[in-house]
């Protein structure tokens, strides 16, 4: 099955400085990539994905980076701010329906 | 529109007894999918439903089961608790039907087995 790697696994960052959460995973029929964060006690919620037929992707500060060739994808977060801090997770899915491999987490943290 | 409820959020059992989490998905969202979460481990897949049929299956043991009814609310049952079964459940919904996309997760169940 597929297997998804994250790193780092704690980042921390002064506000205003750029953070960036690689990911790499092993199906070459992975086709949809999406990051969620999780705050702390709450509920993962999707902040930007990105399918095989793209190679990056950007909402205002996040940007995603897909590279297929070396089979790993990247989120950019540019100007931090302390509402940023939190875990970041990578995923990847490949098949019918809704089957996902998470990586095992960035906790993100920026300093004031 | 109201988001994605589980029930209890948090239970306490003991090794040995089984355990059956709720969740109810967001209205229209025939997708339920199931999650542990564990620390540094992430999230790891348990299953999926569609349609009240399983339609993908984590490598979990055969002590964790699901199934979802014809309004799309589903339920998780673990047999003969571990301690190591010791997590977060998360359930999530999605709207999509065969292409994959965004999951809506609940807050989650915490199990604790002692």
């Known amino acids: 099955g597929e297997n998804v790697e994250q790193h780092p696994s704690t980042l921390s960052v002064q506000e205003g400085d750029s953070a960036v959460i690689k990911c790499t995973y092993s199906d070459s029929a992975s086709n949809y990539f999406p990051w969620y964060k999780q705050e702390l006690g709450k509920r993962p919620q999707l902040i930007i994905d990105i399918r095989s037929n793209v190679g990056e992707k950007k909402d205002q500060r996040i940007a995603v980076t897909l590279n297929k060739t070396a089979k790993h994808f990247s989120l950019h977060i540019t100007e931090t701010q302390p509402e940023d801090s939190a875990v970041y997770f990578c995923a990847a899915s490949s098949g019918t329906g809704n089957q996902f491999y998470f990586g095992t987490g960035t906790s993100l943290t920026v300093i004031p | 529109k109201a988001g994605v409820t589980q029930t209890p959020r948090y239970l306490i059992k003991t090794r040995g007894q089984q355990v059956t989490l709720s969740c109810s998905p967001i209205s229209g969202h025939r997708s339920v999918s199931w999650y542990q979460q564990t620390p540094g481990q992430g999230l790891q897949f348990l299953f999926e439903?569609?349609?009240?049929?399983?339609?993908n299956k984590g490598n979990f043991p055969g002590r964790f089961s699901g199934r979802q009814f014809s309004n799309s609310r589903s339920e998780m049952n673990v047999s003969t608790l571990e301690l190591g079964d010791s997590a977060l459940y998360l359930c999530a919904s999605s709207f999509t039907g065969s292409d994959t996309g965004e999951l809506f997760f609940g807050e989650g169940s915490r199990l604790t087995v002692l």
């Open positions: 439903y569609f349609s009240e049929t399983q339609r």
